[in-house]
């Protein structure tokens, strides 16, 4: 009876351990198949993210001038 977990934590590291190692070799051959794509596929959306939080930005200033004139603060 004591070798049983002996037994079940050995398995238990060889299938993670394997499992790992696919993994991670998985992810290493998707990254270098479409890197250029996939590149700039992110530039154009942090492109539109910034375009949209500088408009955001504008609207909040614009909106903090008007409240500012209503309250007789300029």
């Known amino acids: 009876m004591d070798w049983v977990p002996i037994l079940f ?3 238990k ?3 993670f351990g394997t499992g790992m190692f696919l993994a991670i070799k998985w992810h290493y051959e998707q990254g270098k198949k479409g890197k250029q ?11 539109a ?14 909106a903090t ?4 004139r209503k309250l007789g603060l300029t």
Not at 55 to 61: I, Q, S, T, V, W
């Open 9 to 11: 934590i050995t398995f």
């Open 65 to 68: 001038f008007a409240v500012a």
């Open 37 to 47: 794509a996939e590149r700039r596929a992110v530039l154009r959306k942090v492109g």
């Open 13 to 15: 590291v060889l299938v």
């Open 49 to 62: 993210v910034a375009v949209i939080f500088v408009l955001l930005l504008a609207g909040l200033l614009l």
